[in-house]
């Protein structure tokens, strides 16, 4: 590359200039200064890297350079708030579970300053973190002890490798399943070099297998909860109870991974079978996992509870000081867990949207459908904006058998190929996820917070209009 001249060089205008520009012509109002500054001044620093500038005035080049800010705006990296219009209530690659308005602001405030996170108040010495949680936790799940982790993936390892390390655990060839994201159950076992002895068929376990298939080098009876898959037709395992029986009469530790950790009955919403921890345990189970931000609906971690004894063996762990969690997420956990215990759930996002009833999705819908109409009704380019019905899903791995009944909105737009739609509604700011059905772009207002339809309708026209 040759040296840009001189010449070149003295026409870039300055930073300074350039913001100037933009406030006084209000461009980009929404982005925080900061970094409407660092996109300037990468896009002047790719100008003079540049061989050529465009022969155009002073003004034109602004012009240029606001729309080069303008891109670069919409792709910069980093962490960012989305409008999830998928329908997809626990969506993994979304960030899972929207927190409670308590949980982001208890977040928030603990997060702004310093905390007890591991200060004994009453005392004034050096306290324990791995306590935090617990007691709402012991509360709401009937269980002696409990321990927060970083997901539940850390929590079956914990547990594993704890309880079941240099033995053995049985478990039915029906439960080893991958869970998603390359979490599979029997390669997590192998790792915390616990033996597996898988028992049954696939589709049948019967209790003879497991009595059959304990050992005396086995320590564990581990039951896992298949989230993401379902056997129909002729398929059966022993219960709970029977196992926990088996268990207790052979002094083994009955484990069970129960995944998605409903703590409310979500049966009205067609998840008849997500297994409650507390159910679990007071059925004879001796130690549970779950996760903290799937069916919960609080931030992401991993939730052990059971036996005072076990769990305190758990903690005990040195691994605990890799897979323990931040005092931010105890926060919003902490805030979520209130909500159960004063009954308030309503206020948990997640579950206010399973339970979002289709008359009211179709109401949502129907009002949303004519906003947007009254937005393009002057317009000349054809938009055509319907509402179709549809389903919503729960998402996060768990209950992919569960459909929730929704009315989609419907957008389609003259010379605009639904991909094409698509992938501007992604380009907005904040980006809108929608996707795509029978070749039209649908949106599913299940999974749009309330306080983000404004937004949305404006970033859908920007998106068509620009
Ligand atoms: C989702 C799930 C996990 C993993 O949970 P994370 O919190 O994502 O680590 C483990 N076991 C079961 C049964 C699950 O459903």
Redesign the pocket.
Known sequence: MTEPSKAHLRRIPSVERVLKFFQEKGAFPEVDRAAVRDAVRESLAALREGETLPETDAAALLADIERAVAERLASRPGLRPVINATGVVLH?NLGRAPLAAAATRATAELGRGYSNLEFDLATGRRGKRDIHCESLLCDLLGAEAAVVVN??????FLILDTLGGGGDAVISRGEL?E???G?R?PDVMRKSGVGLREVGTTNRTRLADYEAAIGPETKLIVR?????FRLLGFAERPTVAELASLANARGLVFFE????GALEDLSAQGLNDEPFAARSLAEGVDIV??????LLGGP???IIAGRKELVDRVRRNPLMRMLRVDKLVYAGLEATLRLYRNRATSEIPALAMLRQSPADARTRADRFMKKLRRMFGGEAVGVDVTLVRGDSLVG???APHVKLPTTLVAIQVDGFPAEFLEERFRRADPPVIARIEDDRVVLDLRTVLPEQEDTLATEIQRSISR
């Open positions: 993994t997901n539940c993936a850390a929590a079956v399943v869970v998603g994201g979490f159950i896992v909860h298949p989230s993401n991974d129960v995944g998605s996992s779950f996760s903290g931000d799937k992401q971690s991993g996060g791995g768990s």
